[in-house]
């Protein structure tokens, strides 16, 4: 079973000042420890932990304390997070479970903060330093040292990024043509990708599993997710990706987990909603009339959009906030709408900055060009016959699952964040710094031929391509799920923004997106509330 140190470590500093002076804080902030009162539970349970004893469950209402306040993740069976069920237990040969990387502190995911201090802690020792994916290549390193596993695992400490190693397919209509990876992994028949661990929770918004979809793929016998076959294709494609991750990242000997621990875990996975509950500036984020945290996602509307239901000549996607059932005619335009109800206070007040946040989100235009999978023709993996060229949409024309954020239809988009820049490898064209990571060259190979031709990208990440084999798929991932972002930084696939202000800029920069400092600043606070 696994603990959870970083929870363990700004628990207790959060017991520790709450202790002192506890007569004059309790009068000068009575309302807002009131409203914190969950974080002793968490608190005591670090205490216990801390201590060398490990506790197998968490209550729900408990919350876990990150960078801009605080996330809850709520479970609709037995009260709470079991500790003890396969999710969390070792099924493979290396000492790994589920929960090495999805950790309830962190939004069911892992932050790079988490690692580190799980490095220093454990020397390295922690179950989640492994060189099967853990290390930034797992041949020609030296983990005999302390300072040799620091510079073998610096990806997963710094960024929390696990190396994804996959075969490049025989039938691929392109070439991979060269491989500069600064960690060794320099193989061109199989690629070594970095990658975030996705969140296991709220999972029943997804509509593909993976980054680059590969559980959801005909190409890797799953099933695509689609409007008429879900949700069981989800809980399958769940179950194969607990059998995989079970034989890769925990290196088990195909036995386990057994067809019944496969269910457990897809239902322990079904069954957790996370969000942020609390901010530091906000207090609870379900004060006043908003609807924050993880509790109203249990019974938020949601289905698979169907092809016909996104149309790009339309202003917006028929799809988004307020629709149940497609063509039901209640479309709005805004995707988000959990802060509704501070729209009227004072403008000052730091709860009108978030939901002044969520308005530009859910309303600032945004010209849309150069996004494969929106604005290319449809024989290039685009949406329409003959593409877009330039869309004018919002955050939502991409994030368009209604207060979730992820693409409701099951395609991958590439809007630049694997994209290196030419003339300055260490950052690509939206600003991101992607130094840290490998260049791969791909060129499409002629039919008749077999060889190289002209057309060719350099990309970070092949996405989809790797899984599917098709050119016009490379870079192309998924958007993940926008809630419970303040868990687990840093943020897109790659980890390449280290804050939620890098992730807007990368946006104004790449779209030409115009904002003041203040809808700058608006718009961190509303991502910061998820």
Known sequence: MQTFPAQQSRLTRFL???????????????????????????ALMAVVAASGQQFSFIPNGVFFPNANGASQTYSTTGGGIDLTGPFFQSLGTN??????????????????ANV??????????????????????????DVSTFAGMSAAYSLLRTRGLIRVAIAVSSNADYRVVSVNNPYGCNESDVISMYRRPLPTTNLRFLSAVMFDGRESSTATGTTKILYSNYPTSLLNDLAHQSSDATTGHAQGDGTRPTPEEQQQIVNFEMALFTAQAFGFRTARLDAQGASGGPVPLVNQPFFISSYSSVNFLLPQFEQPGGLVIPGDGQFTPAIFNPFDAWTGLPSMHPRAAVARGQAIFNSKPINITGVAGINDDVSAGGLLAGGI?????????????????????????DIG?????????SANLGGLDVGYLPTITVCKTDPGTGLPTSTCKTTTDLGQALIDGKFDHVGKIKGPILRGLSARAPYFHNGSAATL?????FYEVRFGLVLTPQEESDLVAFLSAL
Do not use: Y
């Not at 202000?501 to 800029?505: C, F, K, M, P, T």
């Open 116 to 141: 580190q201090q799980r490095f220093v802690l454990t020397r390295g020792k922690d179950p989640i330093f492994r060189a099967v994916d853990g290390s930034n290549c797992n041949h020609n390193i």
């Open 389 to 413: 060229p330039s869309l004018q949409g919002t955050c939502g024309t991409c994030h368009d699952t209604p207060n979730m954020g992820n693409h409701s239809f099951p395609t991958p988009l």
């Open 95 to 112: 000492g790994r479970s589920c929960g090495t990387c999805h950790q309830p502190s962190d939004g069911m995911s892992v932050s790079a």
């Open 16 to 42: 520790s000042l709450f202790s002192a002076r506890r007569s004059a804080f309790w009068r000068r902030h009575k309302g807002l420890l009131m409203s914190a009162a969950p974080f002793l539970v968490a």
């Open 501 to 505: 202000l890098d992730a807007v800029h």
């Open 417 to 425: 964040t694997s994209d290196p820049n030419p003339s300055n490898p």
